[in-house]
């Protein structure tokens, strides 16, 4: 049971301007009710999780009422063959956002842990998030970073993926993976010499903190800040303690850097909330189609996403049990390895450069797996690494960012996470997005995001691949769905690709076009210290994949928009034709792409120099 300041926790008083405390993580297993039973690594899971209920609720339901129906409840639960899978991603830290989208979500619901007097029931006997019957979860990764719900957030993730662990997918983001440098850099070690620079300098604003003003608050500060893309995320933890006290709101003062610094490292560490999200993680997510590939329907989530570079394509340290698969790896010309006493000498394994790929359909090179080899060389890479870095590479000593390099126990998947190989392994020269990952490439070409080349549909046709759906990017306020038009586009093999792109992180500074709508609701004053959140304050959308007899048959979206609109599309899958006709993911003038439907009109939006852009017509002609 709660004890007594547990439960005045929950039924704390808070300013209007606050949303929900936070309970405190509590020791012992998490219950496998209510879901799947089997655990997904087969012996009990360790530091478990406290559930949470918030007190109040920021968006109604009603929004999301049209698109329950194939996520029901009274859907016979977990058909393999007809069920709905729920994508969100990029939350980091946002519990604001993330807790928006359970509130609206078709496969995601929370039960009441909290009564009409504000006391907390008993969480062994009531979970507070739930996934649907008949439904499947997919987060697309990034799970920190940018709110003060790090915590929070990852508590939820990692408690749904426990509970289902058949149903509920975690895949590894950018901001995900790097947590695992701070095991390193925050050791009593590392903070005993002076600070080293990374080697990805073309990334980093500022120099590190010098010898004299070198505390650990200061280093931890500049790691976040300058390396990390995370400048406030220093500040937003100290809230997130803070939450976590009686009174919260007059206590900032009581939670020293110190505090905040112990609470990174912790997370990062065995036992840690980041470190059990690795432990459970992957790099990609398929369901491939039933039956004939050559038919189509299947999906495949990956954070960033698929290039004619990365496409098949294995780590270094990837270890393939299948002999077919050992020539498809990322081949390796040194055999150096990362050592900590080498430092700063160069360190990993020399990546050959991926086969240059013939702009034509069938310009795939013989030596790439196909999408299920793939997945499953990708996922056992991820798994072997985060399980060598739980049991020793975290203790190894060192400090990676300094030079990079492919390497055993957490080394190799650090460096897979990163998009910058180290310019030893790039003939001496420092080249940006030079390493072939799926996490930190994107859609993006020539300024704005654009379908797959034609060899990468023709991969993923070949594997019965319909529809990606990814995160990593930001696109505005709403997903942004990209259609191909099938085999009667010139030069595009595919029959009817979907390319998904859900990152919404930036969402508030989304510009509208005055002479439709109004702008968007502005966001809330940030606390001193705080430079603001990047999304808005009432904009939330969830991408929901259909599968039927086993494959993909539409795609759909739904949500508000920043200026509180409601928004919906529906894509077809496989059918090129009703595709064309949707009127859906189709790129206009001036690059405008068609994003869904509101009550005014096609929602329209780009994305160039001066940020993300909308505008609502009623006429896709008119589009300029």
Not at 362 to 367: E, F, L
Not at 433 to 461: C, F, H
């Amino acid at each position: 049971m709660f004890s007594l300041a547990q439960r005045r926790l929950h039924a704390g008083v808070v300013s209007s301007a606050i949303l929900p405390v936070v309970a405190a993580l509590s020791a012992g297993a998490l219950p496998a009710t209510n879901g799947d039973t089997k655990s997904n690594t087969g012996r009990r899971p360790s530091n478990a999780l406290q559930d949470r209920r918030r007190t109040s609720r920021l968006v109604p339901r009603q929004f999301s009422a049209g698109v329950r129906a194939s996520c029901d409840e009274s859907t016979p639960p977990q058909s393999a063959t007809d069920f709905c899978i729920g994508f969100c991603t990029d939350i980091e830290g946002d519990r604001q956002y993330w807790n928006r989208y359970v509130d609206s979500s078709a496969v995601l619901r929370r039960t009441a842990l909290i009564d009409s007097t504000g006391v907390a029931s008993d969480p062994s006997s009531c979970s507070s998030l739930q996934l649907r019957d008949g439904c499947h979860f997919v987060f697309g990764g990034d799970a920190v970073d940018k709110g003060d719900g790090d915590l929070e957030v990852l508590a939820d993730l990692i408690a749904l993926k426990r509970k289902y662990p058949e149903r509920v997918h975690l895949l590894f983001g950018n901001r995900d993976i790097n947590k695992m440098r701070l095991v390193q850099e925050l050791s009593a070690e590392q903070l005993a010499i002076p600070c080293a620079d990374v080697y990805f300098t073309h990334l980093v604003s500022q120099p590190p903190p010098p010898p004299g003003n070198d505390t650990p608050a200061a280093r931890l500060r500049w790691i976040l800040r300058s390396t990390m893309g995370s400048p406030d995320a220093f500040e937003l933890r100290r809230l997130e303690l803070a939450r976590q006290k009686v009174g919260w709101f007059s206590s900032l003062r009581g939670v020293s850097d110190d505090a905040v610094v112990a609470s990174f490292r912790e997370m990062a560490a065995p036992g840690g909330l980041m470190a059990s999200y690795l432990e459970l993680g992957e790099l990609a997510v398929h369901y491939p189609s039933r039956g004939d590939c050559s038919e189509g329907g299947g999906v495949l989530f990956v954070h960033g996403a698929v290039t004619e570079d990365n496409m098949g394509v294995l780590p270094v340290e990837a270890k393939v049990h299948s002999p077919g698969l050992k020539k498809r790896r990322l081949q390796v010309t040194k055999s150096q390895k990362f050592k900590p006493a080498s430092i700063p000498k160069p360190a990993g394994g020399i990546p050959r450069k991926p086969s240059v790929i013939a702009p034509v359909a069938t310009g795939i090179p013989s030596d790439r797996c196909d999408v299920s080899e793939w997945v499953a060389g990708l996922n056992l890479f991820a798994r072997e690494q985060a399980t060598g870095w739980l049991e020793r590479g975290w203790k190894a000593g060192g400090c990676w960012s300094a030079t990079g390099g492919w390497g055993p126990d957490g080394l190799g998947l650090m460096q897979y996470g990163f998009g910058t190989l180290p310019k030893e392994l790039t003939g001496g020269e420092l080249l940006p997005s030079s390493n072939p990952t799926i996490v930190t490439k994107s859609w993006w070409r020539d300024g704005m995001p654009q379908l797959p080349t034609a060899p990468v549909q023709e991969y993923l046709r070949r594997s019965g691949v319909s529809v990606v759906v990814s995160g990593h990017r930001p696109h505005g306020d709403a997903p942004l769905l990209m259609a191909s038009r099938g085999r009667e586009e010139a030069g595009n093999p595919s029959s009817g690709l979907v390319v998904v792109t859900a990152d919404t992180t930036m969402s508030a500074g989304v510009l509208w076009d005055n002479d439709v709508l109004s702008s968007p609701v502005s966001p809330e004053t940030p606390p001193k210290g705080i430079t603001g959140p990047g999304r808005g304050t009432v904009d939330v959308s969830e991408v929901l994949i259909d599968i039927r007899g086993g494959r993909a048959a539409a795609v759909r979206v739904h949500g508000l928009l920043s200026n509180g609109e409601k928004l919906n599309a529906e894509m077809p899958v496989g059918d090129a034709a009703a595709i064309s006709s949707s009127g859906l993911g189709t790129v206009q003038l001036h690059g405008w792409w068609v994003k869904g439907v509101t009550a005014a009109g096609w929602l329209c939006s780009r994305v160039d120099e001066s940020g993300a852009s909308n505008c609502v017509k009623t006429d896709l002609k008119n589009v300029s």
